[in-house]
């Protein structure tokens, strides 16, 4: 196939340059100007059109997906353990087979119109653990979206949920396919023992996956590694091993130093700022933060509207270099996906993978190179996504999802969500 006419962006660095791309079994096989197509080679114009690397959320939960418009639980929480006692905990144990499924199908379909073609989940359903990585990945590939999945181990449902986690993670470690790998999901340092820990770091050396886990997302989860094991979440995981290739989704609680101990080594940060700000934990010391991305925390699959919170709550804080900050948050999710997945994200560049996102923008005012990051944090928003390519395939074409029947699949996920609401009133 072949794109021409498209101004292509780039955010690492940023740029911007009209070319033409030729696809070929999902990569770029040459950017150029004025390619011709060859005989029986579909050719698309792009009238100029702006074309964005595809999007990445490093760090969500599609479990969530059904939770909009959920009423509040009966005793409102007062903290953050509270909220996740009282919502999360009961919303992961009322998910059936059926809940997983919906829930990432429309989690899925979110992203996609939203430009968004990777997503790092981070998962839970103990009534349905085995087999849920390879339910979402279903949902997911039926959308035509990339991810990296992993279940979040935990001592809080016995030592039968942890082990049943632990495997659902090893079993799917072992599967990659072309859109889907795996990762070593743990919940967090204040829900797992020793045993736990030392389980964790086993799958990680057996897998050669990386560890995705929340870190110090509240102050109660530093202070309870600090009264229990006296040291902090960092040390923790440092002293199991499972620091290097780690993702580390929040990191509220930690020092500028201890950020860039964790970054030395070789772990990744997942900043979540809209997530923070809603559950009230406080705010990540970004101007520490290097290898880092951004993630929405299961909000929803906008990484636009996550960036422009992300550089709003920088520049609330009193940072000079918000702008670019941010930006580098948004190339760092590239950065990330290559990590994960081998393969050269974010580019548009010959040999990399075809995972674009065609916007329908007019610019009022001029657009060039130097000015695109304005243009992304003060005019470009999701209704501006077009068209989504995945891996050479469309998944978005002329604003509408390919794959899968829109309408259907809310209509399925309402009456799902309906009847999760009522299991989790009766819990
Ligand atoms: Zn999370």
Redesign the pocket.
Known sequence: MLLRGGLLAALDPISLEGADLRIVDGRIAQRARGLAAAPGEEALDLRGGLVLPGLVNA???LYSALARGMGAPALPPRNFVEILERVWWRLDRALDEEGVYLSALVGGIEAALSGTTLLVD?HSSPSFIRGSLGTIRRALEEVGLRSALCYEVTDRNGPGGRDAGLQENRDFAAHASELTSGLIGAHASFTLSEEAMGLLSEAVAASGRGVHI?VA?DRADALDCRARYGESVPERLMRHGLLPRALL??CVHLSGDEVAGVHAHGAWIAH?PR?NMNNHVGYAPTPALRRAAL?T??MDGDMLAEARAAFLKMRDAGRDDAFSATLELLAGGHRLAAALLGLPFGKLDTGGPADLVVLDYDPPTPLDGGNLGGHLLFGIDRSHVASVMVAGRWVVRDRRVVNVEVEQAYARAREAARRLWERMAAL
Request: hydrophobic share 10%.
């Open positions: 760090h969500t939960h981070h929340h997302e989704a929040h979540n997530s993630g925390d299961g």
